[in-house]
Every structure is written in C-alpha cells, then in structure tokens.
T-cell receptor, first 113, second 114 residues
Framework: DTAVSQTPKYLVTQMGNDKSIKCEQNLGHDTMYWYKQDSKKFLKIMFSYNNKELIINETVPNRFSPKSPDKAHLNLHINSLELGDSAVYFC????????????FGEGSWLTVV | AQSVTQPDIHITVSEGASLELRCNYSYGATPYLFWYVQSPGQGLQLLLKYFSGDTLVQGIKGFEAEFKRSQSSFNLRKPSVHWSDAAEYFCAVGAKGSQGNLIFGKGTKLSVKP
C-alpha cells in the first residue's frame, strides 16, 4: 500500500490553464505538506496543514491554493499557470504538529508549455 | 538564518569503494537531522534521522551518519557503495519543537562507476 499517494504523476498543460494535484496519506498522520522542487532539485516548502488548519504558508503566489478536506487529504489547486510553475510538486505527511519525520509521495511532474 | 550546506554537488565513486557525503547546518535551536535519497523520477525516501542520543545513527541500505555538534555536521557514510546507490542525496534539518518544516540542502548527486 502506498503511504503518501499523489495524482497525477505527470501533467503537461498550457499557460493560463487551471490544474489540481490531489494527495492522500494512509499513515494516520495529522500534518500534511506541499513542497516544490525546482529544476535545480532545490526543495522548498509551500504549505503545511495540521488537522485541516493551515500552519505554514510560505511566500507563494496566491494562484496556488491548498485545500484540506480532512487530515488524510491535501490538494493543491493552481490557477492561471505560468511557465515558471514547471516543477515537481511533492506531497508529504508527518505525525504531530511539530518537527518529526516527514514522509514524501512520489511527486507530480508539472510542465507548463 | 537557518541553512543547510551540502558542499559537493556531484561525487563519483567506484563500486565497492567507501562513501562520505558532507552536510553542514546552521541552526539556532536543537536540530533534528535527516538524510533522504531520491532516485531518478522518484520521490524522497528517508535513509536515517537523528533526534537525540547516540550520535552515530544507522539507516537503511547500509548507510550511517554521525552527528557532530561541535562541527555542525551530519555526514552520511557507507563502507561499500553499490551501483544501485546512484541517486541524489539530500540532507535536511528541522528544529525541535517548531512547526514541522524541514530546511533542505541543495543535494549531492552520486554517480557510481563499475
């Protein structure tokens, strides 16, 4: 069973489109994250939710909107996609509100053309 | 500011040789330290972590790392590298008791020569 699963794995879309990436974890964790990995492999946090409450919201364009319907799901919606949004987006989860081991999904490779 | 430095962008070792990947951190609080591995086209897999206690920690796939507070380092080692170890390795740090964000280094790409 996949612990942190995200869909789709690959996404190619045109500039200006709106797209969503879905994430689910079956680890029983209560904190979930979205990380962005750029073309140089640099990983940076975008958002974090604990029990559906937004607790980390880094400097991210407001075209990016996370939604957590319950503590096992965290989705990422992106409006008006731009070329610079091309990246790998990782969903992750951990147990507890504070620093703990983070478990990552397989990533979603987004290419904006 | 909190930061993690992995000084080596790319390392090539021969299969069977030993390996050490360097990681230095700058963190004001008590650090929690992690090493993750990313194979091409894959997600990040946790290799090992250090929270407290014995400063030499063992991980999966025969990896180990040593926490040296005086040097602000958490270097990853493996005595004998296998071709399947070729991947990108990331060191990460978080602060005990803070919100769960981890700060990642820029990664070290490991290539293995036959």
């Amino acid at each position: 069973d996949t612990a942190v699963s995200q869909t789709p794995k690959y996404l190619v879309t045109q500039m200006g489109n709106d797209k969503s990436i879905k994430c689910e974890q079956n680890l029983g964790h209560d904190t979930m994250y979205w990380y962005k990995q750029d073309s140089k492999k640099f990983l940076k946090i975008m958002f974090s939710y604990n029990n559906k409450e937004l607790i980390i919201n880094e400097t991210v364009p407001n075209r990016f909107s996370p939604k957590s319907p319950d503590k096992a799901h965290l989705n990422l919606h992106i409006n008006s996609l731009e070329l610079g949004d091309s990246a790998v987006y990782f969903c992750a989860s951990s147990l507890g509100r504070y620093t703990n081991t983070i478990y990552f999904g397989e990533g979603s490779w987004l290419t904006v053309v | 500011a909190q930061s993690v430095t992995q000084p080596d962008i790319h390392i090539t070792v021969s299969e069977g040789a030993s390996l050490e990947l360097r990681c230095n951190y700058s963190y004001g609080a008590t650090p929690y330290l992690f090493w993750y591995v990313q194979s091409p086209g894959q997600g990040l897999q946790l290799l090992l972590k250090y929270f407290s206690g014995d400063t030499l920690v063992q991980g999966i796939k025969g990896f180990e790392a040593e926490f040296k507070r005086s040097q602000s380092s958490f270097n990853l080692r493996k005595p004998s590298v296998h071709w399947s170890d070729a991947a990108e390795y990331f060191c990460a740090v978080g602060a005990k008791g803070s919100q769960g964000n981890l700060i990642f280094g820029k990664g070290t790409k490991l290539s293995v020569k036959p």
